[in-house]
Structures are given as C-alpha cells and as structure tokens.
C-alpha cells in the first residue's frame, strides 16, 4: 500500500524550460457523505498529515458540473517563493489566491520542483461557485492535474496508475472531495474493510461491476440558492471533533458503504435512494447538532424535499435526492425515467429554484485533457 513517503518526487530525469497544459475535472456528488476530518498528525516516516477524512465515502463523478483550468508553466531562478497569477473566468480574483497559495505550501514537500516555475493559471466553472456544487473539489482536481502533467514532463517513465493517484493525493491536499474528482464514474475515499486498494490518501474507483440500472444515471441540480454558503465546510468539518454524535456517525458511514457496495452490483434502487436520502439528511441533522449548530437548507429546500416524496409515493418512479453542504438539491434518477422527472420538476420543482434555474448532469467519467 503507497504511503506519503511515496508521492515525494524523485530528481528529475529531463529538463522543462516551458509547458502549457488545460484539464477539466467535474465535481462529485457524494453519497455516502464526507464530514469530519483527522486531527493533523505526523505518520510513522515522520511526514505531517492533513485531510484525512474520519469516515469512507462514496461518490459518482458528474459530467456537466466541472471546472477546466489552464496553466502555463514558464522556468524562473528558484527563489523560496511560490510565484503565480490567477485568473478566475477571465478577471483577476485576489481572493482566491490565498487558498491557492496554501496548497502549494502543502504540496511542496511532494512537488518541490513548482518553485522553479512561474504558473499562469487560467479557470473557470460551468456551474455557480460556492453554492454547495463543490466548486473546490473539482477546482483542485483540475489544478493537481496540471500539476503533474508538468511532473510527468520532467518524469516521462511516470506509469498512468501512479500519475493519477498521486493526483488524487495533491487533490486531497487542496480539498479533501476533489480527490474523488480524479477518476470515474464511481469513487471511494478513505480506508474501508470492504474495498479493495481503499485509501484515506487518495480516491480509487469503484472497482466493481455496476448494475445498468446506474448506466448514465441522471443528476439535476436545483439551484435553491446561487450564493455562497455561511459557514464553509471547513468550518463545519473543524466542529465534528467534538461532536457528541460523530462516533456513531462515522461507523453509520461505513455501514452504509457496505450497504452501497451491493446495491451498485444487484441495482436495487429502492435501497439506493434510501440509503442516498439518509446519508444526505445525516449530513444535515450533523451541521444542525453542532455547537455552534448552523443550518445550511433553505426552507425551499425541505418544500423540494417533500414534492420529490410524494411524487415519488403517487408514481412509484425511482426518484430520490441528496444535498450536498448547501441549499441545492440534487435529483437522482435512471436515465430511462429521464422525460417523466424533468417533467415533474418544470411542473413543480422549478418555482423553488432561484430565478428558476437547475442544471442537468449526468455520471461522468472523471478529468479529461483538453489541447491548450
């Protein structure tokens, strides 16, 4: 099993005076949820550990909600800075280079070699930032795929295996779901008896055989709420350390992993979206019992919420829902009930969304590499 100590980089085989490389990375929707994080520790080889995630999850890697971001890498003199511009949808965007800048301060033990370079780095998103569509996990996954298409230029033996690993852990670094944005279509996070190869370093890919009731699984978003959330998921990550419920929600996690890992293989829909709709009102009921306790849906959100059940009882369509850390309900469905949902949702759904807009998506299957 690859440890820390295995994503620090070797010298470098070959010189790169200039590259230029463009990668979108979707964003993923969880449903075997991901809150809490590890308190920050050293490993046995004595390298700091951060984003290690308290409990596995499981997610389905979208296809239409992504960010795609160019970087430029120019050679400079080495200095002990990191130096790089940051565009956001064209414009400068100050202040997201903060966080920019701290993820290279992560990763730097592992990519010394991004201090030789001057990054211009160049982003956008297809969906609306901060609004609980994890615009970080896809932002970080496009970033750390640029990142080591620079590093596997100056290491061209690199194996595709480890090139997208040590992507998925440079990802983590950024924000611990990007690491699920990696690859698709199906992805698990964190250490599970169950799954094999499972790491709290990186995502794998769901290496089991899924069922075609989940081929092209349907996603829709409703936009209940464009702007941006009121406490961050890093800050309701920080509160579930002393949680008086996190122990057992940990474990709940795991159970219903296991639980999750059949239904993807026997298709059992009834029990997905049972399974689906606890883990993302859990999610809920955890940010709600919190000190300091915050609630994250909107009233137009539970209005949602209740419609999906009882069209879901009047018709017996396998539709469900799951939220993310945010107002914004995600709509899950089979592709073969797709024209009857989208139907319900513009007879009864969109007047809850802001300004009426909701976005379709659908499982995808992780990054891809664009020409620059």
Wanted: proline share 5%; glycine share 6%; hydrophobic share 40%.
């Amino acid at each position: 099993m690859l440890t820390q100590k295995d994503f620090i980089t070797k010298p470098s085989t070959h010189k790169v005076d200039s590259a230029a490389f463009c990668w979108s990375a979707p964003s993923n929707i969880a449903l075997v949820k991901y809150w809490g994080k590890l308190e920050n520790h050293t490993d046995a080889e004595g390298l700091f550990m951060s984003q290690i995630p308290a409990n596995p999850s499981l997610s389905f890697t979208l296809s239409n909600c992504k960010t795609t971001t160019s970087v430029v890498f120019e050679r400079k003199n080495p200095d002990e800075n990191f130096s790089f511009d940051l565009l956001f949808e064209g414009q400068p965007k100050e202040e997201f280079k903060p966080k920019i800048q701290k993820f290279f301060e992560r990763v730097e033990i592992y990519c010394p070699y991004l201090k030789d370079f001057h990054l211009s780095i160049d982003t956008q998103n297809t969906f609306p930032h901060s609004s609980g569509i994890a615009s970080s996990a896809s932002g970080m996954a496009a970033l750390a795929m640029n990142i080591m298409s620079l590093e596997r230029a100056l290491h061209p033996e690199m194996s595709l295996e480890y090139f997208e690993q040590k992507a998925s852990f440079l990802a983590r670094l950024g924000s611990g779901s990007a690491c699920r944005s990696i690859r698709g279509n199906a992805v698990v996070w964190g250490q599970h008896n169950e799954i094999k190869n499972s790491s709290d370093l990186f995502g794998v890919a769901f290496s089991e055989t899924i069922h075609p009731n989940f081929k092209n699984y349907q996603d829709t978003i409703l936009l209940v709420d464009r702007g941006e959330k009121k406490v961050s998921s890093t800050a309701g990550h920080d509160l579930m350390h002393q949680h008086p419920f996190a122990h057992e929600r940990f474990a709940q996690a795991h159970r219903n992993l296991s639980q999750l890992k059949s239904v993807l293989q026997n298709g059992d829909l009834d029990t997905f979206i049972t399974l689906m709709e606890n883990e993302a009102l859990t999610l809920h009921a955890m940010m709600m019992t919190s000190v300091p306790y915050f609630i994250l849906m909107h009233p137009n959100t539970l209005e949602v919420i209740n419609h999906i059940w009882n069209f879901r009882n009047q018709t017996k369509i396998p539709v469900g829902f799951t939220l993310d850390a945010g107002a914004n309900v995600h709509i899950l469905y089979p592709e073969n009930v797709r024209e009857e949902v989208l139907q319900f949702i513009q007879n009864e759904l969109v007047g809850y969304c802001q300004n009426g807009q909701y976005i379709c998506d659908v499982v995808g299957d992780g990054s891809q590499q664009i020409n620059p």
